[in-house]
Nanobody
Framework: QVQLVESGGGLVQAGGSLRLSCVAS????????MGWYRQAPGKQRELVAT???????YYADSVKGRFTISRDNAKNAVYLQMNSLKSKNTAVYYC???????????????WGQGTQVTVSS
């Protein structure tokens, strides 16, 4: 059993900052890439940022320069620092991790339950 638990969402004014955290727990053998996605009302889920085991990062164009993804491999955690938030960043943010469980021969994607981020204008 594997769980991804997010925290750090909330209500913030435009121009403000929030830091999201996600911790993976359970029967984990290894973790590959970790990332954040978001889904705004009436829209499809979209990629925000990803980070590899070695720390290589990828960002959606819309968040480059404002969001920073990081991870702590010792804690099985991934973070998303969001600065200069805009009202259009309002969405449910989901943590994603590609990982392999003990006694499994391959890895797969796991998702957190999501955390709401609301940016007021």
């Amino acid at each position: 059993q594997v769980q991804l638990v997010e925290s750090g969402g909330g209500l913030v004014q435009a121009g403000g900052s929030l830091r999201l955290s996600c911790v993976a727990s359970g029967s984990i053998f290894s973790i590959n890439a970790m990332g954040w996605y978001r889904q705004a009302p009436g829209k499809q889920r979209e990629l925000v940022a990803t980070i590899s085991t070695g720390g290589s990062t990828y960002y959606a164009d819309s968040v480059k320069g404002r969001f920073t993804i990081s991870r702590d491999n010792a804690k099985n955690a991934v973070y998303l620092q969001m600065n200069s938030l805009k009202s259009k960043n309002t969405a449910v943010y989901y943590c994603n991790s590609n990982l392999q469980q003990f006694r499994f021969f391959s890895s797969r994607d796991y998702w957190g339950q999501g955390t709401q981020v609301t940016v007021s204008s």
